[in-house]
C-alpha cells in the first residue's frame, strides 16, 4: 500500500525523533473495519487510517526495555493518536537485535 497521510506523517515523525536504520509502516485498518475503535475515529477512520504495524530498527532504542521503547513511539505519536489512531502494534530494535533477528 502506498503511504495514505497518517503513514506520510508518522514516517516523518519516526525518522525526525529516532533517526531509524529501518523502518517499515503497514496500514492494517482494512483488517478492523467495524470494530469499536474505527467506528469511533471519525474521519480518519473513512479514509481507512487508524491500525498500524510498525517496525522501527534504532540506536536510539540501546539501553532501554520494551516498555521504554514503546512509551517513546507513542508519545512522539501523541498527536496522531488525538487526531483518530487507534491502534499500534509495535516491533522496536536496536540494529544489533534486528540482526540476531535474521
Known amino acids: 500500500m502506498t503511504d495514505d497521510g497518517r503513514a506520510a506523517r508518522i514516517r ?3 525518522t525526525e525523533r529516532f533517526a531509524p536504520l529501518r523502518l517499515e509502516i503497514d496500514n492494517q ?5 467495524g470494530h469499536a475503535g474505527v467506528r469511533d475515529a471519525g474521519d480518519a477512520a473513512a479514509d481507512g487510517q487508524t491500525h498500524y504495524a510498525l517496525l522501527v530498527v534504532s ?12 512509551r517513546l513511539v507513542h508519545d512522539a505519536l ?11 502494534s509495535l516491533t522496536l530494535r536496536t540494529p544489533s537485535e534486528q540482526d540476531a533477528s535474521g
Not at 29 to 33: T, V
Not at 59 to 70: E, I, P
Open 12 to 14: 516523518a515523525r519516526i
Open 29 to 33: 485498518s482494512a483488517r478492523h473495519a
Open 59 to 70: 540506536d536510539a532504542f540501546a539501553g532501554l526495555g520494551r516498555v521504554q521503547r514503546s
Open 78 to 88: 501523541g498527536e496522531e493518536f488525538r487526531g483518530g489512531l487507534h491502534a499500534l
